[in-house]
């Protein structure tokens, strides 16, 4: 099973400044298989970011990944208030799927 | 509109039984593989379950495995979990979630359903 390994744990920071968010896999995650999701409280995840680097329909391009292998990044360029959610990392490559323990982005 | 509505959560004892539902609307939803995936606050999102988008092949986390069966009939647009022998460890929001790309088994989960309630207790 591969592990993915989200830090921070949480990340203080305030509207337009820069957000760069980390997911470490145990082993290399099969085809960059990669995905990010982004959920606010009482709703569903949301997908942001496919096959580590691809945006997903209607997602703004403030959000960017990358990385490759066992190293992950999510960026958000300039946080604008809607933003503020947890944010899971995702391998979708080998079974069993498995997400990360998430990272909280507050209000600083 | 795409969209998934789970239904059939509820309050069961432990050893006890649910169906969940999962109705597609907005897409072919013959030709998507489909997971349900569930979240505690504890532990997190947990993947739970896949079908393909034929119902050809399934595959389950070892935790379920052996007590849950996912299915789907595609002449309804309709997803299910059959879970049995519900462990206090299974309550959580269970989603019903699409993979993005066509025919395939491989994709990241593109539409999830606003999910239902299961609580295992006595």
């Known amino acids: 099973e591969i592990v993915l390994t989200q830090s921070p744990g949480t990340l203080s920071l305030s509207p337009g400044e820069r957000a760069t968010l980390s997911c470490r896999a145990s082993?290399?995650?099969?085809?960059?298989?990669l995905a990010w999701y982004q959920q606010k409280p009482g709703q569903a995840p949301r997908l942001l970011i496919y096959?580590?680097?691809s945006r997903a329909t209607g997602i703004p391009d403030r959000f960017s990944g990358g990385g490759s292998g066992t190293d992950f990044t999510l960026t958000i360029s300039r946080l604008e208030p809607e933003d503020f959610a947890v944010y899971y990392c995702?391998?979708?490559?080998?079974?069993?799927?498995?997400f990360g323990g998430g990272t909280k982005v507050e209000i600083k | 509109q795409v969209q998934l509505v789970e239904s059939g959560g509820g309050v069961v004892q432990p050893g006890g039984s649910l169906r969940l539902s999962c109705a597609a609307t907005?897409?072919?939803?013959?030709?998507?593989?489909m997971h349900w995936v569930r979240q505690t606050p504890g532990k997190g999102l947990e993947w739970v379950a896949f079908?393909?988008?034929?119902?050809?092949?399934?595959y389950y986390t070892d935790s379920v495995n052996g007590r849950f069966t996912i299915s789907r009939d595609n002449s309804k647009n309709t997803l299910y979990l059959q879970m049995n022998s519900l462990r206090p460890e299974d309550m959580a929001m269970y989603y019903c979630?699409?993979?993005?790309?066509?025919?395939?088994?491989?994709?990241?989960?593109?539409?999830w359903g606003q999910g239902t309630m299961v609580t295992v207790s006595s």
């Open positions: 082993q290399s995650a099969s085809g960059n298989y």
């Open positions: 995702q391998q979708y490559g080998s079974s069993p799927l498995t």
């Open positions: 096959g580590a680097s």
């Open positions: 079908i393909r988008y034929d119902g050809n092949n399934k």
């Open positions: 907005g897409f072919t939803f013959s030709y998507y593989g």
């Open positions: 979630v699409k993979v993005g790309a066509s025919g395939t088994t491989r994709g990241a989960f593109d539409i």
